[in-house]
């Protein structure tokens, strides 16, 4: 009889929602993501196994998804890490299935940003217990870096271009606009703007679930004019037969984000025809275990893939890189947690020099984090307010 695999056992899971320093203030359609002047809050995840730890981070973000900072503590705490103690960590499909035994998945993933926290860390922990990075872990590194697009949103046209001029400066050379913040003919025009200021650059859209599919169709047609890649999620996330309409008659590449919570969505997309850019997104899909399985899919599918995060720091983006260098995705990707929040908590990390991040080389996710740091930061998101 073959011995069964050994390693180390799942002994704890702590929480930390903490108070990043907000650099500038960013909007999506359905509301704001970032204040300037206002702590960011995010939720830092350790799990320890046998001595060794590992982080993850979760996101929350209600303008975007449903879960908030105190729902991701309490489903960690009272849902997600009763189910795993104890558990090897190695075992991360079995974590997986005990995750949706916890938070079954219903008509969403269930919990999708507090399980890709736990998910991310266990992946940071096995690659510290084996001293390489994930994608020595996984045997898949395809790219050493990965080119990171600079965000323009909310602005009025002319804020647009000061943005793009910024982003210039700063060396990114691709730029990702978001609409439908506004009326059609000012998405519009701000897309132009954007265009304008850099009139070689790879530019994409998101209108974050914004449109209809008539509006959607009218407003792609004018994008096609000015040249932009890809149209990212513009109908309602659940509204397939829209999308697959949209994209049998835009002149734009129909890319799906909110619609792709789970690799069987995309398989759905895939069986309807109705799907011409997947996009890859650690927190939206529960974690690295579920996006690897979307990734590998869309590549046998014959989908294109592109890269999007949620303004993680640098936990978040680590992973983000990780998972797009093993799938060399090789477009400009929306990872974009330094343009708009600081991580005083990571010491050696990733770096980033004009627009270009490198892959990081060491053990797990390459992020050194300062518990003392993470501890300083640390608010009590569950105190009752009056």
Known sequence: MMPLLTGPVIDRVETFAVALPTRRSFGVSGG?????????????????????????????????????????????????????????????????????????????????????????????????????????????????????????????????????????????????????????????????AVRERAPDAPVWVDANQAYTASTALRVARRLDELGVTAFEQPLPANDIAGLRRLRDASPVPVALDESLRHPSDLATFVRLDAVDVAIAKVQRSGGLTLSRRLCSLAEDSGVRLMGSG???????????LHLFAAYGIDSPVDLNGRQFIESPYAGPTVRIEKGMAQVPDSPGLGVEVDEEVVRALAVDVLERRP
């Open 310 to 320: 949620l303004t993680d720091s640098d936990l978040g983006l680590a992973a983000s």
């Open 32 to 192: 704001s993501v970032a204040v300037a002047g206002r702590p960011s809050i995010r939720v830092l995840v350790k799990v320890s196994a046998d001595g060794v730890h590992g982080w993850g981070e979760a996101t929350p973000i209600p303008a975007w998804t449903y879960e908030t900072a105190e729902s991701i503590v309490t489903t960690i705490d009272r849902y997600l890490a009763p189910a795993v103690l104890g558990r090897p960590a190695w075992n991360l499909d079995a974590v997986d299935t005990a995750f949706d035994r916890a938070v079954n998945r219903g008509f969403t993933i269930g919990a999708p940003l507090a399980k890709s926290a736990v998910d991310v860390a266990l992946h940071d922990l096995l690659g510290r217990t084996a001293g390489v990075p994930l994608g020595a872990l996984w045997g898949q590194r395809r790219s050493e870096t990965v080119e990171l697009g600079w965000i323009v949103s909310g602005q009025s046209p002319a804020e647009a271009g000061d943005s793009v001029a910024e982003g210039a400066d700063a060396g990114h050379r691709a730029f990702k606009v978001k609409i439908g913040l506004h009326d059609e003919d000012t998405d519009v025009a701000v897309v132009r």
